[in-house]
């Protein structure tokens, strides 16, 4: 694993979710709250009301919805940018931006079809309402170069010194050439540019399909996290994924494996992606039929790294804290070795932390190996609450999930796996 898997914040692929011990009620699902096409939806908070943009559809060329709470009930108000600027012409809008400026004026960034150059790019509209309508800016987009595959999905950053920055893609993937996550400093008023460009990452893993887009910059307190969408939208491969740095231009290092997948939402959200992060929220869209519906889930922060509830994050077991047990490296099957709980100690066990965002009902999935008939760990969470957990005779090489009911606490918790009857070797423990 590379840095962010060796912090055991990784996902991996999903089984189908079975009856297990314990006695709380079953993970939590990420919620619909728009179901209607409503893709890469974009929101802000203002007083007591939430406030969503989203790429065209039916709805209008920038539809925006509100609600009094981010769970809803959210209302389709209509078109927030009904005047199409100048330099546009005919065609789609991606993946508006809105964000306030200091003088009270909300902007609003997004991508257009220009008619100069036949390609993408990102334009920019105000309005002093967050409802709009918002008036396009100037005579021509903000950033739209053709050579580089023209440029969208635009978003803001306000870093803490006050110093706004806008965030974007160039569409390499669309003419065969690298894509890039693009960080621009800007002035207050969002649209005179402050310097030069620079590069936060690039499409360089085999899962992303030859394509990232969507950033969103959030500011931690140890790093910056750079959430960007990865994959074809069109189907399930669609992605959430971020990268991290301790400093705002870089370098930036990606997870080792994505946030959100359809696999570790179980299949509840098809291809998540299009994220905004606000608060203790995500908000994403994901396929349902012809459509994209506008979602959102619960957002924690374990060591300033996301963790997203209701999609699975792994925990590699071997890094854990043992007692008489071993560590047995390159079991075969296994994705980093094996914990092994010794049977001929009774007080042989491991403790593995996790990582919940609020306090509530998770599902453990332990995968484990285990050949010379069943066996069983019993399992305490926090030092308290127990059950015994069984293990299916499934063989040595033959590696499996388990899963297990639990309420965790908000934050750290610690899982204690016990000796109790037989051998089981522990791989890892994805939390859901």
């Not at 809803?72 to 940018?81: E, H, I, K, N, S």
């Not at 007080?347 to 010379?372: F, I, K, M, N, Q």
């Amino acid at each position: 694993m590379r840095l962010l898997g060796r912090l055991s914040l990784v996902f991996t692929a999903a089984a189908a979710w079975l009856p297990a011990a314990g006695s709380a009620e079953a993970a939590v699902a990420p919620t619909a709250v728009i179901r209607a096409d409503f893709p890469d939806p974009d929101v802000i908070h203002v007083g007591s009301t939430f406030y969503a943009y989203s790429t065209s559809s039916r709805a209008g060329r920038i539809p925006v919805a509100s609600a009094p709470s981010a769970t809803g009930p959210w209302t389709v108000r209509g078109d927030a940018l009904p005047a199409k600027p100048s330099w546009a012409g005919d065609g789609g809008f991606w993946a508006p931006d809105v964000s306030r400026l200091p003088d009270g004026r909300y902007l609003m960034y997004f991508t257009a079809p220009s008619t100069a150059t036949g390609r993408m790019c990102i334009g920019a509209a105000t309005s002093a309402n967050p409802l709009g309508p918002f008036q396009p800016v100037g005579n021509g987009p903000l950033v739209c170069d053709a050579s580089e595959g023209g440029d969208i999905d635009p978003s803001s950053f306000v870093d803490t010194d006050g110093k706004r920055y806008l965030v974007y893609k160039n569409d390499g993937n669309a003419v065969g050439r690298p894509t890039v996550l693009w960080l621009q400093q800007v002035g207050a008023d969002g649209v005179t540019f402050v310097g030069g460009r620079t590069e936060l990452i690039r499409n360089d893993r085999p899962e992303e399909a030859g394509v990232i887009e969507a950033p969103v910059l959030v500011k931690r307190p140890s790093q910056y996290v750079l959430f960007y969408s990865g994959g074809s939208y069109t189907g399930n491969g669609y992605f959430t994924g971020y990268a991290v740095s301790p400093s705002l231009t870089g370098p930036y290092t990606k997870a080792y494996r994505p946030l959100m997948t359809t696999a570790t939402f179980d299949g509840a959200v098809q291809g998540p992606g299009g994220t905004d992060v606000l608060g203790d929220r995500v908000f994403f869209h994901g396929w349902v039929n012809d459509a994209r519906h506008m979602y959102t889930a619960e957002l924690g922060w374990a060591n300033d790294y996301p963790v997203v509830r209701g999609s699975r994050v792994r925990y590699e077991a071997e890094r854990g804290t043992l007692n008489h047990a071993e560590v047995r490296t390159g079991a075969a099957g296994a994705s980093q070795g094996a914990v092994v709980a010794k049977i001929d100690h009774a007080d042989s066990w491991v403790d593995v932390r996790v990582y919940a965002p609020v306090s509530g009902a998770y599902t453990a999935y332990v995968a484990y190996a285990a050949g010379y008939g069943d066996a069983q760990h019993l399992v305490t969470v926090n030092g308290s609450a127990q059950f015994t957990l069984s293990y299916p005779n499934r063989g040595w090489d033959n590696w499996t999930q388990v899963p297990a009911q639990l309420t965790l606490a908000a934050g750290w918790n610690t899982l204690r796996f016990q000796h109790q009857t037989r051998w089981a070797e522990l791989d890892y423990i994805e939390i859901a």
